[in-house]
């Protein structure tokens, strides 16, 4: 945006403040209170009116600039409060209406219900924190109840099912389930048990037919579902990873990709693009323009074109809130052009973001408009003084058209990302290292991809030999951006964890400021005053020097590093974690091995296996700050279980601690004992400082070396006499495992309420059972696996099994575990530190993430 002699223009920012007041309306309000929205609403309006006749009375007397800026902050004040009110009062006609139904007392109980949906995107699988596949969708819930029972408002909702994606259905199929309602964070969460019924719930007297098929409300929808359908179809068997990207890079239709992919586009910086928004809307506006206009076609006839663009493009898409907001914005932006008012983008942003939340509150609880709005404005605000910025650096280095487009391309790329930062961080609680290079590489792809696309998108069903040609130049660029996502997600360090407690809530906050602070520079850097004439000797005519308080500048400069140094502490690689001392027992990330550690005094451990690799035994010992082993048992002979030991061996108090079990049937692929060992047998007992072993069960004679897994009952005691008990298992299979409950000739397994902590069997494979889980029924479940393994460890059947017995916590995604008892006030219960016990005195028995794999949140979840 730029004034009559080519300088920046104002910022019309009077639209901020009513974005921000809505947002936060929307946000504060209490779901299913009514009567609270209604006296929001009632005092907003009231406070509009009572500032703006207080600002017409104190007009009276001030001269004409005074007047002027005192009505402009009452004007944009009062909108602000006006908008509140018409938010408020819209959220208190739906929540009166939903209650009239007793809907918001079904959620706040957390019944479960029969209810029917109407999908609003198609289904995306993941694995959730438990090891289960599930597919999720958005969904708008309709009736609910045995008599079928109407909402009179449609409810938006998160849909979970453990099903396949081809199981639940596609956007804008009517279906009907049976699931436990809950809020997470004002967002309504259908929780299902098994897949849904295709087609719509039956009435109190309607029979229901299984097999009835899929309805549709509507032929717009219909028709649209035919279309993504037609649309995947085409794109099936494209190169490399362009048959799942394409459909997600077009329509948003991430139903066809794989959940590496999905992972790796996460991990990259890169899952934006795979979430149609305002670029998609942009680039097809912008061609239809240059397109229309090249063929000189009246104003008039572009803007018609523009909007039916947006209109078109909507309904394909599916109202995604980043779709509306971009569409909204789009085609107020076109009417400004019209109507010769200019392009004030960060008005017409806030504008369309206020309307958007006045006319559907819910859109404010989802996260997709707010990284939507942050990036948009960040575009805006910043990108032109950072690309003027960047390009007087890279001219004396670079060719011109290399340093203009290097210059746009980090601009743009770089203020997005830097304003959505600290919403990511909220959201994900981790900083992806290297988005803004990812990004960098992906931008010069995405609009062949993108305008090629919605072409070939467009025609699928009427021309299919031309979508199939278009589709054969897009698999290209598609099928780059996959590589790319995967190159980068594989690079070291691609995630970084955000740091938990007091010190991430202070680097937030730094961070937060800081961004505020650099994007007020940068748009004070651009707008500032610049003399026209520079003459020798002495300063311009017209040049004037701002005065700027010198405590306010250091004050800025100081935020702005501490946010920076914050921010980049976090990006850097930390060295080795240490865990302290306060852990009990620890499970190390090894990758597909197993390596369990219990301590038996200060600096020193009980090692039970070693796993795979000695590098990876070694760095498990020296994070944990293990010098002394005074025992090393292994399992069976497997070399995912002993390959580590010479990283361990030095460290042994004497060669002749170490024991092993092993199967007398000879097999080709066990290792052989370690030179000196002893051969564990049933009832074999040991004990080293605080910590005392018990062999409840080896079965030498099993006819294969996983059955003969050495199972191994340690227990450690703390300063405090408070005990820590942990069961290994090696890899013994489920026909073994029920031998040994069904008539145990040696030892019997404990019983529930002996183990805190269980290792599970062979990896959480589906021959590892859960008979034995079942009986011990311990406080936490640990899956010692190598992430991306090609064994299907763990087994989606032992892990939502598992899950129904209570907290399981995996390596391959939380990396090395430790247990131990930490005193009530030992720092904050989160994501990565989980309560699993207490005792009289209030002490923690508590499970917490060390690393270094992705730290995935350990799930929380009482024993049933």
């Not at 209650?99 to 699988?125: C, F, G, I, K, Y």
């Not at 239709?253 to 590496?260: F, I, L, M, V, Y």
């Not at 074109?305 to 995604?320: D, K, R, S």
């Not at 017995?805 to 090395?816: E, H, M, Q, Y």
């Amino acid at each position: 945006m730029t004034g009559s002699r080519g300088e920046p223009a104002a910022l019309d920012a009077r639209w901020a403040l009513a974005l921000c007041s809505v947002l936060a309306c929307a946000l504060s309000l209490p779901p299913g209170d009514a009567a609270a929205a209604a006296r929001v609403s009632l005092a907003s309006g009231s406070g509009a009116a009572v500032l703006l006749a207080g600002a017409a009375v104190l007009r009276r007397g001030r001269s004409r600039s005074d007047r002027g800026g005192l009505l402009g902050a009452a004007g944009a004040g009062a909108l602000a409060l006006l908008c509140v009110a018409l938010t408020a009062q819209s959220i208190a006609q739906t929540e009166r209406r939903l209650d009239e139904v007793a809907w918001h007392e079904l959620v706040r109980n957390q019944r479960t219900v029969r209810v029917e949906v109407l999908l609003q995107s198609s289904p995306s699988e993941r694995v959730d924190r438990f090891g289960v596949r599930r597919a999720e969708a958005s969904a708008r819930i309709e009736r609910f109840g045995a008599q079928g029972t109407v909402l009179p408002e449609p409810v938006r909702a998160l849909l979970s099912v453990p099903a396949s994606a081809e199981q639940v259905g596609q956007a804008g199929d009517r279906v009907c389930l049976v699931a436990r309602l809950a809020s997470q964070e004002r967002t309504t969460v259908l929780r299902a048990r098994a897949a849904p019924r295709a087609g719509g719930c039956p009435g109190a007297s309607a029979a229901a037919d299984p097999g009835a098929p899929a309805t549709r409300p509507t032929e717009g929808v219909a028709g649209r579902d035919r279309m993504r359908q037609a649309f995947r179809d085409a794109s099936a068997g494209a190169w490399a990873d362009a048959d799942e990207l394409i459909p997600a890079l077009v329509l948003g239709d991430r139903g066809t990709q794989s959940a590496q992919l999905d992972q790796a586009m996460k991990d990259a910086g890169l899952s934006h693009l795979s979430a149609v928004s305002g670029a998609n809307c942009a680039l097809l506006c912008g061609a239809v323009t240059v397109g229309l206009r090249s063929l000189r076609t009246h104003r008039r006839v572009v803007v018609t074109a523009v909007l039916g663009t947006l209109a078109v493009f909507v309904v394909l898409i599916g109202p995604e809130p980043s779709v509306l907001r971009a569409a909204t914005m789009g085609g107020l932006g076109a009417l400004a052009v019209f109507a010769g008012r200019g392009r004030q983008a960060f008005c017409l942003l806030c504008l369309a973001g206020t309307m958007l939340v006045i006319i559907e509150p819910a859109l404010a609880v989802e996260p997709a408009l707010h990284l939507s709005l942050a990036a948009t404005a960040g575009i805006v605000v910043g990108a032109r003084p950072t690309e003027v910025l960047l390009r007087r650096a890279l001219d004396p280095l670079l060719p011109g058209w290399a340093a203009g487009w290097l210059s746009v391309s980090l601009a743009v790329t770089g203020t997005a990302h830097l304003a959505c930062q600290p919403i990511l961080i909220l959201m994900t609680g981790t900083v992806s290292a290297y988005a803004v290079p990812a990004n960098l590489a992906a931008a010069p792809l995405v609009p062949a991809v993108t305008v090629l696309g919605t072409a070939a998108a467009a025609c699928v069903l009427i021309a299919p030999g031309l979508t199939a040609a278009l589709l054969w130049i897009v698999q290209a660029p598609a099928g780059l951006i996959g590589a790319i996502a995967r190159t980068v997600a594989g690079l070291p360090h691609a995630v970084r964890p955000w740091p938990e407690a007091d010190l991430g809530v202070g680097l937030f906050v730094l961070t937060l400021a800081g961004t505020l602070v650099g994007f007020t520079w940068l748009l004070a850097h651009e707008r500032r005053p610049r003399p026209p004439v520079r003459r020798v000797g002495g300063p311009a005519a017209h040049a004037r020097i701002p005065v700027r308080p010198p405590v306010l500048i250091v004050l800025a400069a100081a935020l702005s590093a501490a946010a920076a140094g914050g921010y980049t502490a976090v990006l850097l690689p930390s060295p080795a974690a240490r865990a302290g001392q306060d852990w009990a027992a620890a499970f190390c990330d090894v990758g597909q091995g197993d390596m369990t550690l219990v301590r038996s005094g200060e600096h020193a451990a009980v090692v039970v296996d070693a796993g795979p690799d000695p590098r990876d035994a070694r760095a498990c010992l020296d994070a944990l700050g293990v010098r002394r082993v005074d025992a090393l048992l292994f399992t069976h002979l497997h070399a995912d279980h002993t390959g580590g030991a010479e990283g361990i061996r030095d460290r042994l108090t004497s060669p002749s601690d170490i024991g092993y079990a092993t199967s007398d049937a000879p097999e080709a692929d066990t290792d052989a004992p370690p030179t000196g060992a002893t051969r564990l047998s049933a009832g074999d007992r040991g004990e080293a400082g605080s910590a005392v072993w018990h062999v409840l069960h080896a079965d030498s004679a099993a006819p294969r070396e996983n059955d003969a897994s050495a199972q191994v009952l340690l227990r450690t005691v703390d300063e405090h006499s408070r005990a820590t008990t942990v069961l290994v298992t090696g890899d013994m299979q489920d026909q073994a495992t029920a031998r040994w409950i069904s008539a145990p000739t040696q030892q019997p397994p404990p019983s529930a309420g002996e183990v805190d902590v269980l290792k599970v069997a062979h990896h959480g494979a589906r021959n590892g059972g859960l008979d034995l889980p079942h009986r011990v029924r311990a406080d936490l479940q640990v899956v010692s696996v190598g992430a991306d393994n090609t064994y299907g460890h763990p087994h989606p059947g032992t892990a939502a099994g598992l899950a129904r017995l209570g907290p399981v916590a995996r390596t391959d995604v939380s990396g090395t575990l430790l247990v131990g008892w930490t005193p009530p006030d030992h720092g904050p219960v989160g994501p990565h530190r989980v309560v699993l016990d207490r005792d009289e005195s209030g002490a923690c028995l508590t499970v917490r993430a060390l690393g270094p794999r992705r730290r995935a949140p350990i799930p929380a979840r009482p024993r049933s």
